[in-house]
């Protein structure tokens, strides 16, 4: 499984996926580590968690984007992503997000998409209105946003 934007490939992240693409410049977080756990406990969640963000020009890892989980009765499902900071504010996140916000309303199981950031989180509250997902609530410095299909 693999998706295509202008500049990126998004694959989700395996240990096999991993060992395939450069990693110089991007740091695995500890959210890396729990999600292969999970994989490793329920192969169902492939795809409904993190996917890997690789620039098509380096085949380098640029970061990651993906979902906190699979959708839930509501049929919605949270989004997250990051990328490396040298690779910061040239539309990456936008473009990797579109992309499987895109996938995921494609599925039968989601009609809801939300997502978090700080208040103070300029680039991230940019990517998300560039999506037009909606600010639905402020709460002791969060920001929660949704996008319906």
């Known amino acids: 499984m693999e998706l295509q934007t202008e500049r990126l490939k998004l694959t989700p992240c395996t240990i096999e996926s ?18 292969l756990e999970k994989l490793k406990r ?21 970061g990651d984007i993906g979902f906190k989980g699979k959708p839930n ?32 309303f494609n599925s039968d199981s989601v009609n809801k998409i939300m997502a978090k950031c700080f208040e103070d989180n300029t680039p991230s509250i940019k990517v998300l209105e560039k999506l037009k997902m909606t600010k639905i609530k402020r709460d002791n410095g969060m920001l929660y946003w949704q996008l319906n299909k």
């Open 42 to 62: 329920d192969t169902s969640v492939l795809g409904w968690g993190v996917w890997l963000v690789i620039d098509k020009q380096t085949n380098k890892i640029i």
């Open 18 to 35: 991993l060992l395939t693409y450069s990693t110089k410049e991007y740091e695995l977080g500890p959210h890396i580590g729990m999600y």
């Open 73 to 104: 009765e509501e049929k919605s499902v949270e989004v997250g992503y990051g990328i490396t900071s040298s690779k910061q504010n040239k539309g990456y996140a936008t473009e990797g997000l579109k992309c499987i916000i895109e996938w995921a």
